[in-house]
């Protein structure tokens, strides 16, 4: 089974508007980290935010939240107001103990003026 | 320069030969990771170090690849008897954990080239 799923291999979203992208993951183990990055064409990685398996709250990092459905294993990235600069690939990963860390697909986001 | 640096930034080698990466994380940060990412897909976890010590690695890191962080500061890692399978974007990664929450920068990677 995938640790990580991103089921959207592109997505589409006018600016302005909110988007929102998918992730699942499979552990078992009761601690784990789940993030998102940003990968633009120029290649570098930025990470964008982390949720704690243990939060009780839902993270934001500004235009970036993250929807975290516990037990529907989701974690998915919504970021609101999009802006051009926002078209790039994104990936979901996850982190388990002790340390290893899985990647998602990504999804190829364009946004469109 | 307060950000994570890898060098080299790119690195051409022909088969057989040994090939060494530097990364340099940000001062505070405790944690390094290492990852490799081929094109059109998502980094692939290689190894992670908190401080000095190597915790935990990845299955895919053959007896070839062996990474070191003494004293917990910079990290070097090496590939010998490279392959043309080993052609790769090579990235670290350095996080801090403050509160409970985890930041994870990226430096800009070593795209290596085997031939």
């Known amino acids: 089974a995938q640790k990580i799923t991103q089921t959207q291999p592109g997505m589409f979203v006018q600016e302005k508007e909110a988007v929102t992208l998918d992730c699942t993951y499979d552990?078992?183990?009761?601690?784990?980290?789940l993030f998102w990055y940003k990968q633009p064409s120029s290649g570098e990685m930025i990470f964008l935010i982390y949720?704690?398996?243990?939060?009780?709250q839902n993270a934001t990092e500004g235009r970036y939240s993250l929807n975290f459905q516990k037990a529907r294993k989701s974690a998915n990235l919504v970021i609101s107001a999009s802006q051009l600069g926002d078209s790039a690939m994104y990936f979901c990963a996850m982190r388990e103990v002790p340390q290893k860390v899985t990647f998602g697909t990504g999804t190829k986001l364009q946004v469109i003026p | 320069d307060t950000g994570v640096s890898q060098d080299p930034r790119h690195k051409i080698t022909k088969r057989g030969q040994n090939v060494t990466f530097r990364c340099d994380p940000i001062?505070?940060?405790?944690?390094l990771y290492w990852y490799r990412q081929t094109l059109g897909q998502g980094p692939e976890f290689l190894t992670y170090?908190?401080?000095?010590?190597?915790?935990?690695k990845s299955r895919l890191l053959s007896d070839r690849f062996s990474a070191e962080r003494p004293k917990g500061s910079f990290s070097t890692l090496e590939i010998q008897r490279t392959e043309q399978g080993d052609s790769a974007m090579y990235l670290c990664?350095?996080?801090?954990?403050?509160?409970?929450?985890?930041?994870?920068?990226f430096g800009p990677g070593t795209r290596l080239l085997v031939l």
């Open positions: 949720q704690g398996s243990y939060d009780q």
């Open positions: 990664a350095s996080s801090l954990v403050r509160g409970g929450r985890e930041t994870q920068y």
């Open positions: 170090f908190q401080n000095e010590a190597q915790l935990e």
């Open positions: 552990t078992s183990d009761p601690s784990y980290g």
């Open positions: 001062s505070e940060h405790n944690r």
